[in-house]
């Protein structure tokens, strides 16, 4: 039998990180992050994907968080082990060995990655204006972020968040939002125990054939 790491887009690159500082090489799917726009259809995009797995694959590792309800009522034949955080950005700042689903702050945009993986303010604005004309996507844009009064750099020691190019970037879309630009501590912990099989009180580990609700999630 075979495990596989069931990776968001979002995250790819910190999965790679993961198993080479860990020593592990298991198979990697991807998850597009574009569904997580609306997690029913990220749910959809799950089902699929579990579906359409190796019948020898009888662990699944998921380099992701609850993100909105995308593993409501999720249930598969495998075993299924999910970090017990409210979403990427979520487990992105875990940086201590204690159940923390959401250390996000109210009012706070983060940023972490770099690439094309990375999370990209300017690259929601360009996605609006595919959608709608420059007047109307200037309306949803500053709608979207209207209650962001800061834009955090997470720092995870994974890449050199400090770059002159990638600060300068980072400025440049906090001005588009009106924010302040700050830098924030962050880790690679949660997917470093994923993959190297430490599931403790911050992993959700279910068995073949469960239902995965919400309140099972994040209730202890």
């Not at 997690?39 to 579906?51: D, G, N, Q, V, Y």
């Not at 998921?62 to 495998?78: E, I, K, L, P, T």
């Not at 700050?182 to 997917?191: C, E, M, Q, R």
Request: with cysteine.
């Amino acid at each position: 039998m075979s495990t596989v790491i069931l990776s968001c887009t979002t995250l790819l690159e910190y999965v790679q990180k993961a198993q080479e500082s860990c020593g592990t090489s298991y198979p990697v799917v991807e998850l597009d992050r574009k569904y997580h726009a609306e997690p029913s259809r990220m749910r959809e995009h799950i089902l699929k994907t579990l579906a359409g797995l190796p019948s020898d694959v009888d662990t699944v590792l998921a380099a992701m968080g609850f993100c909105g309800g995308s593993w409501q009522n999720v249930s598969c034949a495998r075993t299924l082990v999910i970090p017990r955080a409210a979403d990427c950005v979520a487990l992105a700042l875990v940086t201590r060995e204690r159940y923390s689903p959401d250390l996000k702050e109210p009012g706070h945009m983060y940023l972490f990655g770099e690439g094309d993986n990375g999370f990209s303010i300017r690259a929601i604005y360009e996605n609006l204006l595919e959608t709608y004309d420059r007047e109307m996507a200037d309306i949803v844009f500053d709608m979207y972020f209207e209650h962001y009064y800061h834009l955090d750099i997470i720092d995870n020691g994974l890449y050199d968040c400090y770059d002159l190019d990638y600060v300068e970037q980072a400025q440049e879309d906090a001005v588009r939002i009106h924010a302040e630009l700050d830098f924030v501590p962050g880790s690679n912990l949660l997917l470093e125990k994923l993959v190297s099989g430490q599931w403790d009180s911050q992993f959700f580990v279910v068995p073949p054939n469960t239902t995965i609700t919400q309140e099972k999630f994040f209730n202890l």
